[in-house]
């Protein structure tokens, strides 16, 4: 078995389902379009994450670790999934935002106020980058040690994307098992462990898919390392290279991006809206709708296979959508 001897926790009771968007095709014009329901999950509302923090917590209690550090910005998916997991598994979290704490509790929306529900502690360093936010997380694990606790911090990318080696390993599976013939499939890609992983899952099963990486965050040469590091620790860590040429198998995409991370376009929040006005079915803008805008804008300019099914990954973060009012008070 392909993960035999990496240590995993179970936080998914079940496959995520794959759901077919009838209206949607139809207003595309395309043969079949399908979601792959990640969003759809019994762990703290969801979440791609969920799959990532099986090894990452795994590794963690094989250390015996006894306090899990993680970090984020306050409205962080990671923050407010790594807190639900610890309390199932009755292991101390300890969250660090880079942000400004709320000043009022009323202004707690989305993932803060679930964080609090979980009991989880917060601490808030200010508007701090991410560097000062990675040093000071590094020095609180280090104090922590001195007083005989063993930490275990969060985010290893290469630990971290093993969850979605797996997600590629069940798409194939519920593919062959409901015979659906899906070729290009679709995933917003931002820091890597999740689009990587994917990547890397499908890349086992030679030139049968396409995977478009629709950026959420970085331009092509910055996501380009992140993919070739991400890539190589796996190939290492499982010990398996796969055959087929990434370039092969994959295209990433910078054109639906805008201003940058966090930052919605007029097309993302259309996006949002049609999904939702033709499947019933919400996203939030920082990576889904954009996604999906790319998805749509590719099958509109023929660059999807048109005999065989399309699959997009909504890979979690509904609650991010309600402090994202802003993005649609114009409409």
């Keep these: 078995m392909l993960f035999s001897k990496i240590p995993r926790v179970r936080l998914l009771n079940k496959e995520t389902p794959i759901t077919k968007a009838v209206n949607l095709a139809e207003h595309l014009g395309h043969k079949e379009v399908y979601f792959k329901r990640d969003d759809v999950m019994e762990l703290g509302m969801a979440g791609n994450k969920v799959r990532s923090l099986e090894f990452w917590l795994g590794e963690a209690i094989a250390k015996s670790s006894t306090t899990i550090l993680v970090a984020g910005l306050p409205e962080s998916n990671l923050c407010r999934l790594s807190a639900a997991a610890c309390a199932k598994l009755r292991l101390k979290c300890i969250i660090v935002h880079n942000g400004e704490k709320p000043e009022s509790f009323h202004e707690r929306a989305g993932n803060p106020l679930l964080n609090h529900l979980l009991g989880t502690e917060a601490i808030y360093l200010g ?80 030139k049968s898919f396409k995977l478009h990486l629709i950026s959420a965050e970085y331009k092509k040469e910055v996501f380009y390392a992140i993919q070739e590091e991400i890539f190589d620790g796996l190939c290492r860590k499982l010990d398996l290279t796969p055959a087929a040429h990434l370039s092969d198998i994959s295209v990433f995409y910078d054109d639906f991006l805008g201003e940058g991370y966090a930052k919605p376009t007029e097309d993302s929040i259309s996006a949002a809206y049609l999904l939702a006005q033709k499947e019933g079915i919400f996203i939030e803008q920082t990576y889904n709708s954009k996604a999906l805008n790319g998805m749509i804008n590719l099958i509109k300019d023929g660059k999807t296979s048109k005999d065989q099914a399309v699959c997009c990954y909504i890979t979690g973060g509904g609650p991010a959508l309600f402090g994202h009012v802003r993005h649609f008070e114009k409409r």
């Design 127 to 206: 508007n701090v980058d991410e560097f000062e936010r990675t040093r000071y997380v590094k020095e609180y694990a280090a104090a922590l040690r001195k007083s005989g606790e063993i930490p275990y911090i969060i985010g290893d990318q290469v630990v971290g994307a093993l969850g979605y080696v797996n997600a590629a390993l069940e798409l194939v599976h519920q593919a062959e098992q409901s015979n659906i013939d899906i070729h290009d499939v679709f995933i917003s890609a931002s820091g890597g462990p999740t689009a990587v992983g994917l990547l890397y899952g499908l890349a086992l099963f030679g």
